[in-house]
């Protein structure tokens, strides 16, 4: 469920950011040396069991983070220097594992979701001290439609190795996607005793919260990254039966350990 946490997210995380390669900043080596940056690393999180779970489960999950790529002759984005602000744009992905009816007596008489992958834009503007951002994704697999974020941070840096991001999130899903998680059809209302009562969700706002996030460089390259964060489901999400059935607050906490790598591949 790290779909419900900041960035997208209980599950895989990939994010590129966009900007131009020849401004990076002073002291990061040069694109004509560097191909591809990477970070790579793993961690761990508490969130929800599934989307409206009062019960928190624990799952690992990976880091991956593609800061620059530069094809020689064809195209470069993203920066060398990950400190570096201004305007982003990249793909965003996601992923929520299965809903079994079994995971909770909630969801008694309900139809398991298989799991879900998502794959969308995310856009972004980052000054010294604030940010914007807002994400959109495809989903497919256990739940079709659109879902997407939208957040604000403001960021401090206490030391040149810490940087410190929070501030307001929300998350908004299309129709058919709401109905896949939060709805109940006829059928399964009578599996579940009459407990759950029918319901057809529209699209809209799904959630709104706060999210915050540290990361720590102990060692150059090496990064401990923590995040934490608090959604409460709105509009027709809130008003599922499966939710009321739930909790309409949902919380998640992770912490992880990366490592960045600059690669010459093509040269």
Not at 40 to 56: F, I, N, R, W
Not at 59 to 80: A, K, Q, R, T, W
Not at 248 to 259: A, C, H, I, M, R
Request: proline residues 5%; hydrophobic residues 40%; aromatic residues 12%.
């Amino acid at each position: 469920m790290r779909m419900m946490a900041f960035y997208a997210g209980v599950a895989a995380l990939l994010q590129v950011n966009a900007a131009a390669a020849a401004n990076a900043g002073a002291g990061a080596a040069s694109p004509s040396e560097t191909d591809v940056v990477i970070e790579l690393g793993v961690g761990g999180s508490t969130a929800p069991k599934y989307e409206g779970s009062m019960d928190q489960r624990f799952s690992p999950y990976p880091i991956v983070s593609l800061d620059y790529l530069s094809i020689p002759g064809l195209f470069s984005f993203g920066s060398i220097d990950p400190q570096r602000g201004g305007f982003s744009v990249g793909p965003s992905f996601g992923y929520v594992g299965k809903r079994d009816s079994g995971d909770s007596d909630a969801l008694e008489g309900l139809s398991d979701v298989d799991p879900t992958y998502q794959a969308g834009a995310r856009l972004g503007y980052e000054w010294d001290h604030a940010e914007i951002y807002g994400a959109a994704r495809y989903a497919f697999g256990g739940a079709h439609g659109v879902v997407g974020d939208l957040g604000a941070n403001l960021v401090v840096r206490p030391l040149q190795a810490l940087q410190v991001k929070a501030g307001p999130v929300a998350s908004f899903a299309s129709g058919e996607y709401m109905n896949d998680y939060f709805g109940v059809s006829p059928a399964e209302s009578l599996g579940s005793g009459g407990r759950l009562d029918s319901y057809d969700p529209k699209g809209g706002f799904k959630t709104v919260g706060a999210a915050a996030s540290a990361r720590y460089e102990f060692r150059p390259t090496w990064f401990i990254n923590a995040d934490a964060s608090w959604n409460r489901f709105v509009g027709d999400a809130k008003g599922s039966p499966i939710v009321k059935a739930g909790d309409e607050n949902q919380y998640t906490v992770g912490v992880g350990f990366s490592k960045r790598f600059q690669l010459d591949l093509f040269r």
